[in-house]
Each structure stands twice: as C-alpha cells, then as structure tokens.
C-alpha cells in the first residue's frame, strides 16, 4: 500500500453514462497526476496538477474528459458520454514538489458495456 | 517528443540467475529514467531512477540499472533472481517537463 488510495476500485457502466473516479493522495503531496493504463500498454499520462492548479491538460483523451482538485487534496476524474474506447485502469500518482519518485494509487478499472 | 522501448514483452529466468530487462529511449535533452514494477493486483511501485551522476544506479529489492548514453540504453538487472521478483516491469523516461512517458511493460517470470 503506497498511501494513495482510490475510489472505486471497479467501475462498470453502460455506454453514454458519466462516471467519476476519485483519488485521494498522500497528505504532504502536492503534485497528482492522472494516467490511462489499457492492457498490454504501460501508463498513459493524462493531466496533472500541482495543488490546486492543473498544470498540463492538452493530454486529457478528449474533451470528454475532465478533472478537478478543488482544494489541492483530492481530485476527480470524470469522463461523460463513456464509450467503449474507454474501458481501461485508470491510475494516479502523488509526488511532492520537485521529487521525482511517483507513489501510484492501485487503480480504477472501468468496464463500458 | 521522449519515449522509451521495452523489446521484449516477456523474460524468463531461473531463480539464482542473473536477469536482465531491457529499456532504450529518446529524448531530445537530458534525460531522466525510471524504473516501476508492478505486481498482480497491486498498483505500480517505483524501483530506481536515473537522473545524474553515476551510470550505475542502485535501486530497491536487489535491483540496478545501467545508464548508457551512448546506446541510449537503461537496462535492469538484478545478480540473483528469486521467485518473488516474477512481475510486470516498466521503464519510464521524463525530459525535464511532467509528463512521464512509460514503455509498454515487460513480464518477467522467474522459475523455481
């Protein structure tokens, strides 16, 4: 357990619905990031932020995508109109400011049907 | 833009044996290279990282890698395999910005 936690750990939706993952990071940590982990394929930056403020956001998939981290603690992920292209784990890891080792979450994996 | 290959989807190795995973990358500065493995059911751990400094850099669980600039080369290895080291590893390179980029995973199995 690297003390980043999310939530759920499994997501099964139908096809068009929204859907909202949640991460929670270690508490001195002030920078999260998102990834898409699909199978046989290593992790797929999508965003991230540092505090509150996302920093790098041209990589989210589409702009069906999106994320937030309102109070610089946890952040969510949400993914509206899901389509099947979807289904894959979706990771985060927490860093403090300037390390370099990333601390991943065990991720959410998300089944569109 | 940076990316890194991992050449061989799987490795097999006895237990007692020296065992190497192999990782080459592109960057177009400096680069920093990482090691994360990650076990069934469990989220990725990191290993080591290569940022600075010398080419041999030791990490966790036994495990080094050796920094090559000039093949571009940032192999794993470990002198003496044990069961327990049978996961999915991934070599990972950043160029000075956030964004990580991961290779697609190799899947070492170490045989009793």
């Known amino acids: 357990d690297t003390g980043v936690s999310q939530d759920p750990r499994h997501k099964i939706t139908k096809r068009g619905q929204n859907v909202t993952f949640r991460c929670d990071p270690i508490s001195e940590h002030n920078r999260l990031y998102w990834y898409r982990q699909t199978l046989g394929q290593g992790p797929e930056f999508l965003t991230y932020?540092?505090?509150?403020?996302?920093?790098?956001k041209s990589r989210l998939l589409s702009d069906r995508f999106s994320a937030e981290r309102p109070k610089g603690s946890f952040s969510t992920l949400e993914i509206q109109r899901t389509e099947q292209g979807d289904s894959a784990m979706y990771l985060c890891?927490?860093?403090?400011?300037?390390?370099?080792?990333?601390?991943f979450g065990p991720g959410t994996r998300l089944t569109v049907l | 833009a940076q990316s890194v290959a991992q050449p061989e989807d799987q490795v097999n190795v006895a237990e007692g044996n020296p065992l190497t995973v192999k990782c080459t990358y592109s960057v177009s500065g400096n680069p920093y290279l990482f090691w994360y493995v990650q076990y069934p059911n469990r989220g990725l751990q990191f290993l080591l990282k290569y940022i600075t400094g010398d080419n041999l850099v030791k990490g966790s669980y036994g495990f080094e890698a050796e920094f090559n600039k000039s093949q571009t080369s940032f192999h794993l290895k470990k002198p003496s395999a044990l069961v327990s080291d049978s996961a999915l590893y991934f070599c990972a390179v950043r160029d000075g910005d956030n964004d990580m980029r991961f290779g697609a995973g190799t899947r070492l199995t170490v045989k009793p």
């Open positions: 932020f540092q505090n509150e403020a996302q920093l790098e």
């Open positions: 890891a927490t860093t403090r400011l300037f390390d370099d080792e990333q601390f």
